[in-house]
Structure formats: C-alpha cells, structure tokens
C-alpha cells in the first residue's frame, strides 16, 4: 500500500445563511494515498469547492481534521503549508495578470523562499506545452494555455497532492479534453496524487477512485 | 500617480510656507539689529561719563563699535500740526548708523545741530517733507515754563526722512544728534545708554552676559531680547502655520491613503491568490508598504522641486495675484520689504520628507494588512 498524503476526517462546514446555518459539509472522511487520482462529483452547491479548500488550508473547517503528509514534516494542517503541501488548480486559472507565463511560475517557488527556480520553471512549461509562450502575459494566452501555466505553477513546489477545481470549467470541449489528458498524464508521471472535482461523468471515469459528494458525505461512486 | 503629485503639493504648501515665514522672521530680526543695535546698554540713571566706558567696550574683541545716545519724548509742532517725537540722541558721525539705509528723502549726511532726522510716519503727522523745519519741545522746557521762565523751543529743519518698516519708530522717530539733545534735555555729559554693534550677533545673548560680568548698575541687552514679544510672536505664528500644513499634508496623506486602500482592493483576488501560493503577511507588508513608501518619496522630491520652483518665481505669482486682485503691492505696503524674503531651513526640509514618507507608507499598510487578514478562500471568491 503506497502512503497516505493526505488524511481527513470527520470535516464539517457550514455558512451562515439567512435562514440559520446551512450545513454543507456534514461528516466527510477522506484519504489521498501517494499517487493516486480521485474524481468528486456532486451537483452545484453540494460543497466541492468548500471541500478542496479545507483539504487545502485555504479555509479552516468546524469539526475534523485534515493532515498532510509531508516528506520530512511528517502529518502537518495544511494550512501551516501553504504553498509547499497541495497544488492548487482554479477554475479561473488565477494567474497574476502582469507576470507573464514564466514569472508566473516562478513566483509560487519565490514566495515560499525558494531561489535558482528559473530553469525548473522553463521546464514544467516545457512539460505543459508551453516551452515558446515563456514571456507571454495571461491576457496573450488562451485560456486552456493559461491553465497549462497554472499546472505548471502547481507543479513547481513539488506537492504531494494537487487540488484541482473544475479545472475545465472555463474551456471548450477539445481544450478541456486535451488540458485533462495532460493533468492527468503530468501527475501520474510525477507520481502526484490528484483531487479532480469535475462535473464532466467523462472526466470523472478517467480517475483511478471516484467519489460523490452529496448531502454533506462523500461516498464512492 | 495622481497621489504622487498630491503628495507633492502637500509638501511643498508647508515647504513654501515655512521658507516665507523664515524670510519674515530673520527679516524683523535683521531690522530689530539695525533699528536697536546688536545689544544695548541702559542703566538705572543715565550714564555718566560714557566715553569711559566706550572705550573699555570698544576694547572688546567681540565688539565691533560701541556709541552712546539719548532718548526721550518730546512735542514736535508745525503750525497748527503736532505730535509726540521720540527724540534720539545719536552720534552724527558715527559710520556704522543703520538707519543710514532706511533714509527715504533727504540726507542722513545733513544731520547738524540745526537739523533733525524724522520718522515717516511723524513727518506725515507733522505734513512736513525734507527742509521744513518744525519746532520742539522737551520735558525741561515744560519745567522752565514752571519755574516762570519763558523758554523757547528748539527749531529744527528736516533733512531727511526714513521708513525702517517698524510702525511705532517709524510713526514717532525723530533723531537729533546727541550733542544738541544734551543741551535741550540739560544731560551735560551723560547720556542714556549705549549701542554695540558685535562680531557674531547670533551669540549676542552669551556676549552681553559676558560683557555685563563686574558692571553693576549696568544692564546689557541683547537685540534678541529687545522685542522679545514681537519675535516670539512671529516664532508662534510659523508654528500655528506648520500645524495648519501639518493638517493639509495629512488630507492629501489620507487621499493617498484612499488610493492605495481601493487598489489593494481591486487587487483582492490577487492577494488572496498570493496566500493560496503561501505569501506571508510580510510579503503582502513589503509588496504594498514600498508602494506607499515610493509615492511618498516621489512625492517628496516632487514637493522640493514645487517648493523651489513657486519661490523662485515668487515675485511673479505674486504680482499675478496682485494684478488679480488689485491688492496693490501688500509686501511693500504693509512689510515694507520689497522682495518677499526666504530663508531655507534644512530642518524644515527634513522634517517634512520624514513626516510625508512615514505617513505615505502607513497609508500604504494598512490596506495592506488589512488585505493579508481575510481569508483567502473569500479573496478569491471576490473575483
Ligand atoms: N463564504 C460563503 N458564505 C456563505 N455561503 C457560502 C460560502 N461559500 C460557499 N457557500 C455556500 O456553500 C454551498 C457550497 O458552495 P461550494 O462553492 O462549495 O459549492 P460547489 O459544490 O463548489 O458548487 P459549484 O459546482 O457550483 O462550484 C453553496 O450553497 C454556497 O452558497
Ligand atoms: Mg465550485
């Protein structure tokens, strides 16, 4: 059995609404072990994105934990490792608009302290298919290249778990097939784990676990 | 960079405004030094036998001349004309006598026995101009009348007119020189103080407590406590206008401030972006404080060159405004300066870039902080 890099139990969110708080996440239980992809699915609303981002550390959850597997850390809260525990992958790619494509991916190396990124930064980009677009900004870029950029920028800090949102939300048919075949590809051949939440039945099959997220739980599919 | 040339503007209104309140002050004290001396000498009782002392305070090193005078009212009449004279009792010879370069008509040169130096305002009163004589009356004819003796009063010619931009000299000034003054005011020999002129009158208070050691009786005045009230006031005035710049500055700190919060604003998305990255709230700190800390230096240096620039071109905005507002010349009229005076104090200098970069740079954290306390998650959303 290859190793757990992420572990979650027992999460639970709920958001304030007008009538009392709204309970999203009920109990969700997970565990990511080294490698391996995992699709999520569920209807709009049912809590994915709130999901990814308590995996993530992006926000802090009510009830549960979630640890991260670290090479030399061992099991840490994800939020202490922004930056360094997942790789994130935004519907919206998120890029920062006056950075061109390189700079871009070197700037989530850079802001975790790390130097001497610039070749392994060519690199991913070379990986994604964008080794001629380095210097381009987001706004030259389409949108299945900017989210190339934003797997590439993933990648850099060498995350044991990548956290993908609907990563071709925002793309066309042939674009989103190709950038999913390439995600797919990269963290299998970096033996990354993935959580892919995705709308796309299609998309869903290709991972090598598949869960439904629904009324609060995550249950396999 | 509209908040850069606010910044600048800001800068340079105090800038201005304390170099031109600078000008005024060392101005008066200029006029304060010649008008009175750089220290005086009075004592209880007029003093006898001045020359003595003279020539010791002359033997001084810090002290460059030293002369006695007289002083006293007296009535100045012209026909139907009259008015309360300060009389001066001066050395005519004398070559240091700063009033020399206040004479506006007539001659300081002409000053005999016969004759008499009158302030402007005195001489409007009197309606008399350059070689009308006036006649006057001193306190010991007013006893002679008394002791029922008809005495005469003394009639003296103008020969010159002066204007030292001091209202209350210029309106009762009347100089004579000191030898005719001991004869109308029956002194003989005494005189009631003397004038020095010193090597380094900005040491003036230090010199005249020196000067003062083992003469008792004697009382040294230096010019800085002369008009002390009158200096002081100016001094209170510049800080009553710093702290009113100080305000002006803030304001347009606080449209910088503005500007910088709604850009950290628009940049929400991104700096919940940078956090996701794994950004420290020092990063965000840095990235949005040297923004602050840039506009405020630009703006500085900005300030400086509209400061430098507005002076020196400060007799041309002025007569604009003149023109304008048809003041009529104020500066000449009411200072009686014909060039507005500047004096640059590098401390004004430096305390207004200080005080501009910190509050640029306080402007630009606070968003900034502000940015780096929200969740990332709920940045993002925000798109
Ligand atoms: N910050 C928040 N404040 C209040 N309610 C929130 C907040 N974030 C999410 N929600 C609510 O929580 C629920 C789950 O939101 P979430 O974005 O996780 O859904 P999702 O499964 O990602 O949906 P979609 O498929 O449309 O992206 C929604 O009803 C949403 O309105
Ligand atoms: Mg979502």
Redesign the pocket.
């Known amino acids: 059995m290859p190793k757990v890099v992420l572990q979650a139990t027992g999460l639970k969110k709920s ?3 007008p009538n009392g708080p ?1 309970a ?1 996440l009920r109990a969700v239980d997970l565990v990511v072990h080294a490698g391996e992809s995992i699709s999520i699915r ?12 308590l995996l993530g550390g992006l926000e802090t959850p009510e009830g549960g934990e979630v640890f991260i597997n670290q090479v030399e850390q061992g099991l840490v809260t994800p939020r202490k490792l922004l930056g360094h525990g997942v790789g994130f992958v935004f ?1 919206n790619y998120q890029l920062m608009p006056e950075l061109t494509a390189l700079e871009n991916v070197v700037l989530a190396a850079k802001i975790i302290g790390r130097s001497q990124v610039e070749g392994k930064a060519r690199e991913l980009l070379q990986l994604v298919g964008l080794g001629d677009r380095l210097r381009h900004l987001p706004s030259q870029l389409s949108g299945g290249e900017c989210q190339r950029v934003a797997i590439a920028r993933a990648l850099i800090n060498e995350p044991a778990v990548i956290l993908a ?2 990563p071709t ?1 925002n793309l066309d048919e042939t674009t989103g097939k190709e950038v999913m075949k390439l995600l797919l590809e990269v963290v299998a051949q970096r033996q990354t784990a993935l959580v892919l ?1 995705t ?1 796309s039945r299609e998309f869903a099959e290709k991972a090598s676990r598949r869960l439904v ?1 629904a009324g609060g739980v995550l249950s396999s599919a | 960079m509209v908040s850069i040339l606010g910044v600048g503007l800001g800068v340079a209104a105090l800038l201005v405004v304390q170099t031109v309140m600078n000008g005024f002050g060392e101005e008066h004290r200029l006029r304060i030094r010649e008008s009175f001396g750089d220290c005086v000498v009075i004592a209880k009782s007029p003093i006898e036998g001045p020359d003595v002392l003279i020539a010791r305070l002359k033997a001084d090193p810090e002290v460059i001349s030293a002369s006695a005078y007289t002083e006293g009212p007296a009535l100045a009449r012209r026909g139907a004309f009259s008015g309360v004279a300060f009389v001066r009792g001066t050395d005519p010879l004398a070559t240091d006598q700063p009033v020399r370069q206040y004479v506006v008509a007539g001659s300081f040169d002409g000053l005999d026995d016969g004759r008499v130096i009158l302030g402007i305002g005195l001489a409007r009163t009197l309606r008399v101009a350059v070689g009308d004589k006036i006649e006057v009356w001193s306190p010991v004819m007013a006893e002679q009348a008394e002791k029922g003796k008809a005495p005469l009063p003394a009639s003296l010619e103008v020969c010159a007119i002066v204007r030292t931009g001091f209202t209350e000299v210029d309106d009762r000034a009347a100089i004579i020189p000191l030898r005719r003054f001991r004869e109308l005011w029956s002194l003989g020999e005494r005189a009631h103080g003397v004038t020095l002129r010193l090597k380094d009158p900005a040491n003036a208070v230090a010199t005249a407590a020196r000067l003062n050691v083992g003469k008792a009786g004697l009382n040294f005045i230096p010019w800085q406590e002369i008009k002390k009230n009158f200096l002081e006031a100016i001094r209170f005035e510049k800080t009553m206008l710093f702290f009113l710049m100080f305000i002006i500055t803030l304001v347009a700190s606080f449209s910088i401030g503005s500007t910088l919060f709604s850009a950290v604003i628009r940049r929400t998305r991104e700096v919940g972006v940078l956090v996701a990255l794994g950004a420290q709230r020092w990063h965000l700190v840095g990235l949005f404080g040297v923004q602050g800390l840039l506009i405020g230096a630009l703006g500085t240096a900005l300030g400086f060159l509209l400061t430098w620039g507005i002076l020196y071109f400060r007799e041309g905005i002025l007569d604009l405004i003149n023109s304008l507002f048809g003041n009529g010349d104020m500066v000449a009229n009411v200072y009686q300066f014909s060039k507005v005076p500047l004096h640059y104090d590098a401390m004004d200098f430096v305390v207004a870039a200080a005080f501009t970069l910190i509050v640029t740079t306080v402007a630009g954290l606070v968003p900034a902080l502000w940015a780096a306390g929200r969740k990332p ?2 940045a993002m ?1 925000d798109a």
Do not use: Y
Request: overall charge negative; hydrophobic content about 30%; proline content about 0%.
């Open positions: 958001f304030a609404s709204l999203v569920g209807s709009s609303g049912s809590g994915k994105t709130t999901l990814l981002q519907q949102d609907e939300g939440v709308h997220l | 998650s709920e959303r």
